[in-house]
């Protein structure tokens, strides 16, 4: 039997992964030789993820997560995805083995982050690309890139698009501003959110914040923030899911998870540019425009080189343990 304690340490290797907001909406269930994935609505976004895809996706890269980091502890691993209801789990049962076959994957899990500042703009080598991307391609899934000049900058109205339509809407605002962490106790606290110095601004308290936010921040000033942040950008990937239901987010998630992993690997980083995706007209247009056809644009990554961030925090392992 595989003992508590490395359930544990791989349960805190999956706990790494990206979330939208840094909600981390899962809970960890612990078995005999077994470890369930669930999702925890109380950590959704209603407003920005109404369909909880993106919550999803965010299983779907803990779940890599826990997969390499089992085959580090000599362990084999079976996934199964159940549905029960409106509500999908992710089932993960561990042999051990001593002949697993491991990838150094598991050395950047806690390396990896989503870097949020300015881009170089040094293009990345043709080999790195190919790297990347060849590895997650899959019948069920597909990535688009845009490498060029001119390729990203026709995909700048879609971002700006999505943006103005996001911060004109005072929900998403609300929701927003709900999951900043302005000051390190408060992340220290919580430990979830988005933490300001992990997005490259000053600590300034909840008070601050929410007049900042207020006051400072609207969709004119994000659209011109976001042009900047576009032409300071080496590449986008969009990532596509061909069926549109929980256990293709979920695969989407662990393609994505691999791409981030590879991408620390080789010094390069990446962040999300999601709002063409989360915005249903601006995502309907990018599917017409763009002849996507039978896929679902889910995901819109920016790359490139840059220096790294303060890396955003985590909860306690105890807190993300279900009893259920």
């Given at each position: 039997?595989?003992?508590?304690?490395?359930?544990?340490?791989?349960?805190?290797?999956?706990?790494?992964?990206?979330?939208?907001?840094?909600?981390?909406?899962?809970?960890?269930?612990?078995?005999?030789?077994?470890?369930?994935?669930?999702?925890?609505?109380?950590?959704?976004?209603?407003?920005?993820?109404?369909?909880?895809?993106?919550?999803?996706?965010?299983?779907?890269?803990?779940?890599?997560?826990?997969?390499?980091?089992?085959?580090?502890?000599?362990?084999?691993?079976?996934?199964?995805?159940?549905?029960?209801?409106?509500?999908?789990?992710?089932?993960?049962?561990?042999?051990?083995?001593?002949?697993?076959?491991?990838?150094?994957?598991?050395?950047?899990?806690?390396?990896?982050?989503?870097?949020?500042?300015?881009?170089?703009?040094?293009?990345?080598?043709?080999?790195?690309?190919?790297?990347?991307?060849?590895?997650?391609?899959?019948?069920?899934?597909?990535?688009?890139?845009?490498?060029?000049?001119?390729?990203?900058?026709?995909?700048?109205?879609?971002?700006?698009?999505?943006?103005?339509?996001?911060?004109?809407?005072?929900?998403?605002?609300?929701?927003?501003?709900?999951?900043?962490?302005?000051?390190?106790?408060?992340?220290?606290?919580?430990?979830?959110?988005?933490?300001?110095?992990?997005?490259?601004?000053?600590?300034?308290?909840?008070?601050?914040?929410?007049?900042?936010?207020?006051?400072?921040?609207?969709?004119?000033?994000?659209?011109?923030?976001?042009?900047?942040?576009?032409?300071?950008?080496?590449?986008?990937?969009?990532?596509?899911?061909?069926?549109?239901?929980?256990?293709?987010?979920?695969?989407?998630?662990?393609?994505?998870?691999?791409?981030?992993?590879?991408?620390?690997?080789?010094?390069?980083?990446?962040?999300?540019?999601?709002?063409?995706?989360?915005?249903?007209?601006?995502?309907?247009?990018?599917i017409q425009n763009y002849q996507l056809n039978e896929y679902t644009p889910l995901l819109l990554i920016r790359f490139g080189y840059?220096?790294?961030?303060?890396?955003?925090?985590?909860?306690?392992?105890?807190?993300?343990?279900?009893?259920?």
């Amino acid at each position: 039997m595989i003992t508590k304690d490395v359930l544990m340490k791989i349960i805190k290797y999956a706990a790494k992964a990206p979330s939208g907001h840094n909600t981390q909406p899962w809970k960890f269930k612990i078995g005999n030789d077994r470890i369930s994935i669930l999702p925890d609505f109380t950590r959704a976004l209603p407003v920005v993820d109404s369909d909880n895809h993106a919550l999803y996706i965010s299983l779907g890269c803990a779940l890599e997560n826990l997969i390499i980091a089992a085959n580090q502890f000599d362990c084999e691993t079976k996934t199964t995805i159940h549905n029960s209801g409106n509500e999908t789990f992710i089932q993960i049962d561990l042999y051990q083995s001593e002949e697993i076959k491991k990838t150094d994957l598991y050395n950047f899990i806690e390396k990896r982050q989503v870097t949020r500042n300015k881009y170089s703009t040094e293009k990345i080598q043709k080999e790195f690309l190919r790297e990347l991307f060849d590895d997650i391609l899959d019948k069920c899934l597909q990535v688009k890139l845009f490498l060029s000049k001119t390729e990203i900058e026709n995909l700048t109205p879609y971002i700006i698009e999505g943006s103005n339509l996001q911060f004109n809407n005072k929900a998403f605002v609300k929701e927003l501003v709900s999951w900043f962490r302005f000051s390190e106790k408060e992340v220290l606290i919580e430990g979830d959110g988005l933490w300001s110095a992990s997005m490259g601004l000053p600590n300034m308290g909840r008070c601050i914040g929410n007049f900042v936010m207020k006051n400072f921040v609207s969709a004119k000033s994000e659209a011109k923030r976001w042009k900047k942040i576009i032409s300071k950008s080496a590449g986008f990937a969009l990532f596509m899911v061909k069926t549109n239901d929980h256990e293709h987010w979920i695969k989407l998630g662990q393609a994505f998870q691999r791409f981030g992993l590879l991408a620390t690997k080789m010094n390069i980083n990446h962040a999300h540019v999601n709002m063409p995706c989360e915005e249903l007209p601006v995502r309907e247009k990018m599917i017409q425009n763009y002849q996507l056809n039978e896929y679902t644009p889910l995901l819109l990554i920016r790359f490139g080189y840059s220096n790294p961030l303060p890396y955003s925090y985590r909860r306690n392992i105890n807190e993300i343990l279900s009893s259920k």
